[in-house]
């Protein structure tokens, strides 16, 4: 089963507006990756948060994790229309014996209006 | 750096023929995966190589599927026979060592089984 959840599963705004987005996950983690999809494109790797980590930042993004709750949300902050991708969760979980790979949630789709 | 580079882009190819698709990962890099994206599953994880060697296919979805290293710049997907349910974006991604590091994508290539 998927171990990130995004939600919500989509999200307009407007220019200007901040956008939050969260994600879920059940087991436990060494670090929680958020990833940008622009239509047609691959993944491109947005910020890592490990686990003992609770806040960072970069650029107009900010990220949270909460390990008590399992759960993390992506905020950005004056969006902008070129802002307007899907973005995922991913999760590298420390249950099992694969290091390195990744668990990704289906997304949330963010649609930035001019 | 090109980045991880995918061949073909697209392909299109009809039920019961073999498809091949190609990924070189970035020079340097050791791990490599393989990962499946449709709107209902979302993106799937199908096998992840370190060093040339398989450590994970039990994303591989059946003997259809399979996957080779043969050296650290080139891996190759194979689907034989293909079938519509194969219908997907295929990426590759690549990243150094083997740990939980952020996974740099390639773009994919859009297959469609009619």
Redesign the interface.
């Known amino acids: 089963s ?1 171990q990130g959840e995004e939600d919500p599963q989509a999200l307009s705004i407007q220019e200007g507006e901040n956008a939050t987005m969260n994600c879920s996950y059940k087991t436990s983690i ?2 929680l ?1 958020w ?1 940008r999809q622009n239509s047609g ?5 947005l910020i ?1 948060i490990r686990s003992n980590e609770r806040e960072k930042h970069s650029g107009r993004l900010r990220v949270t994790l909460d390990t008590s709750k399992k759960s993390s949300s992506l905020l950005i902050t004056a969006s902008r229309a070129a802002d307007t991708a899907s973005y ?1 969760c991913a999760t ?1 979980s420390t249950y099992g014996g ?10 949330t789709k963010l649609s930035v209006k001019p | 750096d090109a980045g991880v580079i995918q061949s073909p882009r697209h392909e299109v190819t009809e039920m019961g023929q073999e498809v091949t698709l190609r990924c070189k990962p970035i020079s340097g890099h050791n791990s490599l995966f393989w990962y499946r994206q449709t709107m209902m599953r979302g993106l799937e994880l199908l096998i992840y190589f370190n060093n040339n060697v398989p450590i994970d296919d039990s994303g591989m979805p059946e003997d259809r599927f399979s996957a080779k290293m043969p050296n650290a710049s080139f891996s190759t997907l194979k689907i034989q026979p293909s079938e519509p349910r194969d219908s997907a974006v295929y990426f590759c991604a690549s990243i150094p060592g083997r740990g939980y590091n952020e996974q740099f994508f390639g773009p994919g290539t859009r297959l469609t089984v009619l």
Not at chain 1, 41 to 45: A, K, T
Not at chain 1, 101 to 107: D, E, Q, V
Request: hydrophobic share 35%.
């Open positions: 998927q060494n670090n990756q990833y494109r691959g993944l491109v790797h890592l995922f590298a694969s290091q390195g790979n990744l668990i990704f949630g289906k997304g």
